[in-house]
């Protein structure tokens, strides 16, 4: 609940501060402005999401087939670690 609460606050900040920057910025009248801040806002959060989609930590992350501390190679080299020290 509070994660909602959060995202929305921001929603609202964001649109309070592209209908006070673009408004003032260009000039325009307050229905413009509210115009101009009503479209941009789900763009900026869509192009926000796109650029930094896979950066961070994901909330909905797939299943893994292994368990966390199960790592098969855990202090083996590398395939193509033996390939470069044989071919030295």
């Keep these: 609940m509070l994660t909602k609460t959060k995202q ?4 609202v900040c964001l649109f309070l501060f592209l209908f006070v920057v673009i408004g003032g910025g260009l000039h325009l009248n307050p229905g413009g402005a509210f115009l101009a801040a009503a479209t941009g806002t789900p763009l900026a959060i869509h192009v ?4 930094w989609a896979g950066r961070g930590v994901e909330h909905n992350q797939p299943p893994s087939s ?3 501390g199960c790592e098969a190679d855990v202090g083996h080299p590398r395939a193509s670690e033996t390939e470069s020290f044989v071919r030295q």
């Design 8 to 11: 929305g606050a921001l929603v």
């Design 48 to 51: 926000f999401n796109r650029r």
């Design 66 to 68: 292994r368990s966390p």
